[in-house]
């Protein structure tokens, strides 16, 4: 997965604010957390696993924090204004905004009052578990890249089709290793037959 019709959006947790006496606007909170199991779209449960975030922070991704996952950052883990650590509940960011940006400016009255108030996160999957031993399919993501992280005004799950492109494909890839499976299986009872036909047990 590569391209930006792969990426994925989740989020929902609500962001801490707090602006200091001298104007800094801190943000932080949890952009995802570790085994809650979220239902998508009504198609299939996921859960994040604890350490999804561990090759993308070692990696050392270069992730922005955006406001609804749109516009000019207003930090990045680059530059050192954005942090992220992966902590046993989940992925937390923190961040310290310039109030001399106007962007910063704009949205902080937006922030205060609760308008923008929850956190979300943009990635692409990188590997993951399907089990459909239940009633609804469940997807676990094991590792991501991350892209970004924001505050957002409506939090959504956006990229259930990509979610349902890769439960199609697992089923085809099962499917493909119960043929692989079986081929040898009917072979061995092929040419028991044909012993059998000609008097060989």
């Known amino acids: ?62 992730v922005v924090f955006l406001i609804n996952h749109e516009g000019l950052p207003l930090a990045r883990t680059r530059s050192g204004t954005l942090v992220l650590a992966e902590d046993n509940r989940g992925l937390r960011m923190e961040t310290e905004l310039d109030p001399a940006d106007p962007d910063v400016g704009s949205i902080v009255p937006k922030m205060k009052r609760g308008d923008l108030d929850k956190m979300s996160f943009a990635f692409r999957v990188r590997k993951e578990e399907w089990d459909e031993t239940g009633e609804k399919p469940v997807r676990t993501i094991r590792d991501l890249d991350l892209l970004d992280v924001s505050i957002v005004t409506n939090p959504a799950y956006q990229g259930t089709e990509i979610g349902l492109r890769s439960l199609e494909a697992a089923r085809a890839e099962a499917a493909a290793a119960n043929m692989a499976a079986v081929t040898p299986i009917r072979r061995r009872m092929r040419m028991k037959q044909g012993l059998r036909s000609r008097g060989i047990r």
């Open 1 to 62: 997965m590569n391209s930006k019709t792969d990426v994925e959006v989740r989020g929902g947790i609500p962001a801490e604010i707090r602006a200091d006496d001298d104007g800094t606007v801190k943000v932080s909170g949890y952009a995802a957390v570790f085994g809650e199991r979220a239902d998508i779209a009504g198609m299939f449960d996921e859960v994040i696993e604890r350490g999804a975030f561990k090759a993308a922070l070692e990696r050392r991704d270069d």
